[in-house]
């Protein structure tokens, strides 16, 4: 096999690859740098690239060779600019963050490099993650690799965009009201939302009460292979779940035969979207129905997720502008420091009440006697790179995130499927969304309907 050929190959694919001897980790490697060279400069998918890569994929080759291999040993990984790496900086997307390197890896990291992952750099986000244009005052606009006038989304924009470049299949990115999901949706793959808990973090960012960090790939298999390696309790994160490592393959090939599914049509407010959208939607339903599941009507009683979401966002966003000091603000997004300052005074009682909110939409979700969920993923497909997008919080509510929210407050796995192209030759997306703690429902249901498709 020709080193050429190793990007376009998946994680499972580039396992099998390594274990008949047909291709190695450095080789791999090589064919993924050399991709990234040739497509990154008009796409800027990458805050820095680790200088580290060649030795760890030396080291793997040789413990293929030595039969010593672990799950992911060898495997070309990304990693969000908001996660530690060590010897790396965590800027954050911002000219305001401290540029010299950590000296600890964040817990999923350290699993990643456990499970033998070959992490080949760090990708971009917007500014502390606060907005889904994928732009940032550091590393400048990143863009979507279907059609780069476009952006591929965010927050977890670079690692949208590397999946949908072929640079490298497994990514890592973080998701607080959308942004695993929604440049997922936008750049054709497949981004998961664990449930909250589910891969341990620390430190925790803007939005710690309910922010994950998750896999971004172009399979569902892959997705579930990567969760395996990041999930799992760490003490360091006062949130991860007290379970051990488990495999989140294990099941994937089930069906949905006899699995009640319910198609949400408002997620709290009055959501927006597109007949692609909903399109995608209806193509997901009449797949699973195909197969075996029975669909239910839902309408749960939800407070305004919408107006809840944009207090605990607005107030996070305020915290972490206010910790820089007024002076050195100057090179910081105009728009997020505007924002900070429009949420700067929100009272401890109406923080409250948003909180108290928030576990009023986890219950009404939690009450509904259903296996998993459809709803759209994204309002529209991808917008320009450059587009204006007015007031930030009606930004939010219609075109970044008013499908992703509601899951996020809940705490919800969630995951955004590609489902072909709308008429624009943009991708088009679903969201599949499951009770609390049901990550496996979700990557199976998910695995169906790709499965579906074809």
Same mark, same amino acid.
């Given at each position: 096999?020709?080193?050429?050929?190793?990007?376009?190959?998946?994680?499972?694919?580039?396992?099998?690859?390594?274990?008949?001897?047909?291709?190695?980790?450095?080789?791999?490697?090589?064919?993924?740098?050399?991709?990234?060279?040739?497509?990154?400069?008009?796409?800027?998918?990458?805050?820095?690239?680790?200088?580290?890569?060649?030795?760890?994929?030396?080291?793997?080759?040789?413990?293929?060779?030595?039969?010593?291999?672990?799950?992911?040993?060898?495997?070309?990984?990304?990693?969000?600019?908001?996660?530690?790496?060590?010897?790396?900086?965590?800027?954050?997307?911002?000219?305001?963050?401290?540029?010299?390197?950590?000296?600890?890896?964040?817990?999923?990291?350290?699993?990643?490099?456990?499970?033998?992952?070959?992490?080949?750099?760090?990708?971009?986000?917007?500014?502390?993650?606060?907005?889904?244009?994928?732009?940032?005052?550091?590393?400048?606009?990143?863009?979507?690799?279907?059609?780069?006038?476009?952006?591929?989304?965010?927050?977890?924009?670079?690692?949208?965009?590397?999946?949908?470049?072929?640079?490298?299949p497994l990514h890592v990115g973080t998701d607080g009201g959308g942004s695993i999901r929604i440049?997922?949706?936008?750049?054709?793959?497949?981004?998961?939302?664990?449930?909250?808990?589910?891969?341990?973090?620390?430190?925790?960012?803007?939005?710690?009460?309910?922010?994950?960090?998750?896999?971004?790939?172009?399979?569902?298999?892959?997705?579930?292979?990567?969760?395996?390696?990041?999930?799992?309790?760490?003490?360091?994160?006062?949130?991860?779940?007290?379970?051990?490592?488990?495999?989140?393959?294990?099941?994937?090939?089930?069906?949905?035969?006899?699995?009640?599914?319910?198609?949400?049509?408002?997620?709290?407010?009055?959501?927006?979207?597109?007949?692609?959208?909903?399109?995608?939607?209806?193509?997901?339903?009449?797949?699973?129905?195909?197969?075996?599941?029975?669909?239910?009507?839902?309408?749960?009683?939800?407070?305004?997720?919408?107006?809840?979401?944009?207090?605990?966002?607005?107030?996070?966003?305020?915290?972490?502008?206010?910790?820089?000091?007024?002076?050195?603000?100057?090179?910081?997004?105009?728009?997020?420091?505007?924002?900070?300052?429009?949420?700067?005074?929100?009272?401890?009682?109406?923080?409250?009440?948003?909180?108290?909110?928030?576990?009023?939409? #986890?219950? =009404?979700?939690? !009450?509904?006697?259903?296996? @998993?969920? &459809?709803?759209? %993923? *994204?309002?529209?497909? /991808? $917008? +320009?790179?450059?587009?204006?997008?007015?007031?930030?919080?009606?930004?939010?509510?219609?075109?970044?995130?008013?499908?992703?929210?509601?899951?996020?407050?809940?705490?919800?796995? #969630?995951? =955004?499927?590609? !489902?072909?192209?709308?008429? @624009?030759? &943009?991708?088009? %997306? *679903?969201?599949?969304? /499951? $009770? +609390?703690?049901?990550?496996?429902?979700?990557?199976?249901?998910?695995?169906?309907?790709?499965?579906?498709?074809?």
């Amino acid at each position: 096999m020709d080193v050429n050929d190793a990007a376009a190959l998946d994680a499972a694919e580039l396992l099998e690859v390594y274990a008949t001897g047909e291709l190695t980790p450095l080789q791999a490697l090589q064919g993924v740098t050399e991709r990234i060279a040739r497509r990154n400069p008009e796409i800027n998918a990458f805050a820095t690239l680790d200088p580290g890569a060649l030795d760890a994929a030396r080291e793997s080759a040789a413990r293929w060779k030595a039969g010593r291999a672990r799950a992911l040993e060898g495997v070309p990984v990304t990693v969000k600019d908001l996660i530690d790496v060590r010897g790396l900086p965590t800027r954050r997307g911002s000219k305001t963050t401290d540029p010299a390197p950590v000296a600890r890896d964040a817990p999923l990291v350290a699993a990643l490099r456990a499970a033998g992952a070959v992490i080949i750099g760090k990708t971009t986000s917007t500014e502390f993650g606060w907005k889904t244009p994928g732009d940032n005052p550091l590393n400048g606009v990143t863009r979507n690799p279907w059609n780069v006038a476009h952006t591929p989304g965010g927050s977890s924009s670079g690692a949208a965009a590397a999946a949908a470049a072929f640079f490298g299949p497994l990514h890592v990115g973080t998701d607080g009201g959308g942004s695993i999901r929604i440049p997922a949706a936008w750049s054709g793959v497949v981004g998961l939302k664990p449930s909250f808990g589910r891969v341990p973090q620390w430190p925790l960012g803007a939005f710690g009460p309910v922010a994950v960090a998750g896999p971004i790939a172009r399979s569902v298999k892959d997705v579930a292979l990567m969760l395996s390696a990041l999930a799992g309790f760490d003490k360091a994160d006062p949130f991860s779940l007290p379970e051990p490592k488990r495999d989140f393959t294990a099941g994937l090939e089930d069906g949905v035969r006899g699995l009640r599914i319910g198609i949400l049509r408002a997620p709290g407010f009055e959501a927006p979207a597109d007949d692609a959208a909903w399109g995608a939607v209806e193509t997901a339903r009449d797949i699973l129905a195909g197969q075996g599941a029975e669909f239910v009507t839902i309408a749960p009683a939800l407070p305004d997720a919408g107006r809840i979401f944009a207090a605990l966002w607005g107030a996070g966003l305020a915290k972490s502008v206010n910790a820089v000091p007024e002076a050195d603000r100057g090179p910081m997004d105009a728009g997020l420091v505007a924002l900070a300052g429009r949420f700067a005074d929100l009272s401890a009682q109406e923080l409250l009440a948003a909180q108290a909110g928030r576990v009023e939409a #986890a219950h =009404a979700m939690a !009450m509904l006697e259903v296996d @998993a969920i &459809l709803c759209p %993923a *994204v309002a529209h497909g /991808a $917008p +320009l790179a450059r587009a204006e997008y007015g007031d930030p919080v009606e930004a939010l509510l219609r075109d970044w995130a008013p499908w992703t929210v509601l899951f996020s407050l809940t705490r919800q796995p #969630a995951i =955004a499927l590609p !489902m072909g192209v709308d008429a @624009a030759g &943009l991708p088009t %997306a *679903v969201q599949i969304a /499951a $009770p +609390l703690y049901r990550d496996d429902v979700v990557l199976r249901v998910a695995r169906a309907v790709e499965a579906g498709l074809g």
